[in-house]
């Protein structure tokens, strides 16, 4: 195991990132661009004062959001974290289920579940895809799961095991195939996580409509954004027409009487942020070339720097590569870089805290975690902006 030398990871990262004119000059490690009609669109609604929670790019956008992800029907919300809280219930889980995830996700994926009143319970992820690993949830479920009468229980706890979510860590797609056979076996939905994987593609397609049902985030560090904003994917019809009703308060449509036959939530997605989210759809091509340039660069900048290497798309996949990350071969080197590179103005952060070490969820059910927490000492993110790689395609 060789140790890094900072100073020569900050020279491979300036090779790609370009001179710092001044000390002042930051590459933060994901900043957003709008370079298409995005103030046109929104120009437009704050014109036609359509700006709150219905109007016409709310259609459009679930609809540009349903071609791009491959799915049927795209419902949009406030934020991600809000999709993937109604793709759980549209799963059927309730209170005092259990739904599987990987320790090694942002705190989102956890606490979708925890609104549901349900408990996260959680597994290893594999180096491969960083993701969550399949056959160490087959392993894992046929030591401590059995087939109960309605549906397949934790015989630990007792409770049942209601859902399980792959999440596409920074962008790399977990092995869906796999996970989905295994799924299959023991009869638990997929609920995707694909907040982070927009435009990564698996045997060609789309992530985010395997499952079940999905859910995706259009946060401001995501590949593309709405200010805040999120959408629920889904192929089935009945579930769409459900998500949408528990989004929008779960009012039956009239003229004018306000009926609503359930507790819903207000979980719309205004106009004006779907008008940003139509503008950036438009620009996805043009962002995936930019990050994928951006990657190779990393990535030739990187292959003779000692003690580190740069993270490649899992095999057959394509990835967005929407945050970029270094994996070092030691895990003592991670502090040290993580000081040096922040205060030389090059945004670098560690992975998530695991959740299981969180203490809303320290006492939940888990797997041994020997991956995800040899994942989480080594891993660091590096700036992996779209304008960095359309930078780099101005050059040439
Ligand atoms: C961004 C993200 C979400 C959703 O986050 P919001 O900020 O609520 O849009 C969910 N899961 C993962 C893994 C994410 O990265």
Redesign the pocket.
């Known amino acids: 195991m060789a140790n890094i030398d900072p100073g020569k990871v900050i020279t491979a990262l300036e090779e790609v990132l370009g001179e710092r004119s001044g000390s002042e000059e930051h590459f933060p490690l994901h900043e957003p661009y709008f370079a298409g009609n995005e103030w046109a669109y929104v120009k437009e609604c704050l014109d036609t004062a359509w700006v709150s929670s219905i109007g016409s790019y709310v259609d459009l956008f679930e609809e540009r959001i349903a071609e791009i992800f491959g799915v049927n029907r795209a419902i949009c919300t406030v ?6 809280h109604i793709a759980l219930l549209m799963a059927g889980v309730s209170e005092g289920d259990e739904v599987i995830v990987p320790a090694l ?2 705190v ?2 956890a606490n ?1 579940i925890a609104y549901c009143r349900a408990v996260p319970h959680f597994i290893d992820s594999e180096w491969a895809t960083l993701g969550l690993d399949p056959d160490a949830l087959a392993d894992w479920l046929s030591q401590i799961a059995i087939e109960g009468d309605d549906g397949t229980i934790n015989r630990k706890t007792g409770r049942r095991i209601a859902a399980v979510i792959p ?1 596409h ?1 920074f962008g790399h797609p977990v092995r869906m195939t796999r996970l989905l056979e295994v799924a299959d076996k023991w009869q638990i939905p997929v609920v995707e ?1 694909a ?2 994987s927009l435009g990564s593609k698996l045997g060609g397609k789309p992530l985010g409509g395997r499952g079940l049902i999905g ?1 995706t ?3 401001g ?2 590949i593309v954004t709405t200010g ?3 959408a629920v994917l889904t192929n089935d019809e009945d579930l769409a027409k459900r998500a949408k009703h528990l989004t929008t308060t779960a009012k039956q449509p009239h003229k004018w009487h306000f009926y609503h036959d359930e507790t819903g939530f207000n979980y719309r997605l205004p106009n004006i942020n779907s008008a940003l989210g139509c503008a950036q759809l438009e620009q996805v091509p043009a962002f995936l070339d930019a990050k994928r340039r951006l990657a190779e660069t990393y990535a030739d900048a990187f292959r003779n720097v000692d003690g580190v290497r740069f993270f490649r798309e899992p095999y057959g996949a394509e990835s967005n590569y929407w945050l970029n990350c270094l994996v070092l071969d030691n895990p003592i080197d991670l502090g040290p870089l993580l000081e040096l590179t922040n205060a030389t103005g090059i945004g670098t952060r560690p992975c998530w805290t695991l959740m299981n070490k969180l203490p809303m969820y320290r006492n939940c059910p888990t797997s041994s975690l020997p991956i995800a927490t040899d994942i989480a000492s080594r891993v660091v993110n590096i700036p992996s902006s779209a304008t960095l790689g359309l930078r780099l395609q101005e050059k040439t």
């Open positions: 934020n991600g974290t809000a999709a993937l996700t942002f989102a994926s979708a999440m860590t996580d907040a982070e859910a985030s259009f946060n560090n995501k805040g904003g999120g």
